[in-house]
């Protein structure tokens, strides 16, 4: 039996609806997080394929802005790490490897700037 053919869009949008429902009823936070980074992760390649510009490199160019003028430069080292920082709990909720602490620690309930 043949499969049904889908739009990537779509059912990145069905999962990025069922990542907010979960949220707004409070009852799988990790879930949510990780549907919804999974949901980032395809429209940021989308956006890529499209030319365009995902969030990631949108706050990386904000961060290179702000530590070019508080330091006076940039330091390309600090690109991969910003990036990990950005994606912590999104990429603990996704991946596991051995070597990994087994606990992560984090607030799944804290909203962004708070």
């Known amino acids: 039996m043949a499969g049904r053919a889908y739009y990537v869009e779509d059912l ?3 999962q990025l609806e069922t990542a ?3 949220y707004a009823e ?3 936070f990790a879930s949510a997080i990780a549907l919804a980074g999974a949901v980032d ?3 940021g390649k ?5 030319g365009r510009t995902t ?4 706050m990386t160019k904000a961060f290179v802005a702000i530590q070019e003028r508080v330091l006076g430069k940039w330091d390309p080292g600090y690109h991969g790490w910003f990036a990990r ?3 912590h709990a999104r990429n603990r909720l996704k991946h596991w490897d051995v070597g990994d602490h087994e606990i992560p620690m984090f607030d ?3 909203k962004r700037g708070t």
Do not use: D, G, H, P
Not at 46 to 50: E, F, I, M, S
Not at 55 to 58: F, G, T, V
């Open 20 to 22: 907010l429902r979960l």
């Open 26 to 28: 409070e009852n799988n």
């Open 12 to 14: 990145a949008l069905q």
């Open 41 to 43: 992760e395809i429209f």
């Open 46 to 50: 989308l956006l890529q394929a499209r």
């Open 108 to 110: 799944l309930r804290r």
């Open 85 to 87: 920082i950005a994606n």
């Open 55 to 58: 969030s990631l490199a949108e």
